[in-house]
């Protein structure tokens, strides 16, 4: 008896290791075949052009002038995120630039400074705005938070450089 009892646990085991080898070879088979429309060639140059003009994309975060220091850099996101930037020289403004693209609002958030700015974002357009803060603690290192919506496509350049001077109002 306790033979037959082991013969039908393996037995029943054994179906139940197929069934599963089965479960996941089919699911495996699946995944196989999703990526396969990625491996297909390239669309021609005017189909890529066309689909290209109709909704630009952020390709790459902002530029700083040739006289900025890099600080910290956020490549293309979407949604919340928070970039750490490096400290620069004493005296240096730190400079937050912003590049978005998509319907909505974004919110930056610089706490070390205690700066806080929103922008505008268009759904067929970049918009890129270059803020400068010259206040106490702006050439230590910091965080930069940013609060947007899904849809809304970011990038950032954070850099430190000399504060711009402001101009005395003409005399009339």
Known sequence: MPRRTRAAGLSFLC?????????CTTDHSDTRQ???????PSPSPATATAANTARPFVLKPPELDADETL?????M??????????KGRKGDALIVAVSC?????????VRSVHVSFSQPCVADKNSTNHNQVDL??????????VEAPSAVRWSMTIGHGAPVQEESP???
């Open 15 to 23: 179906a139940v290791m197929a069934f599963l080898v089965a479960a």
């Open 34 to 40: 999703a990526p396969q429309p990625r491996r297909s």
């Open 71 to 75: 600080a910290g850099r956020q490549e």
């Open 77 to 86: 996101t979407s949604g919340n995120a928070s970039i750490a930037y490096s």
């Open 101 to 109: 693209q998509g319907e909505g609002k974004i919110k930056v958030v």
């Open 136 to 145: 106490t603690g702006a050439d230590r290192n910091g965080v930069a938070s």
């Open 170 to 172: 003409e005399e009339s």
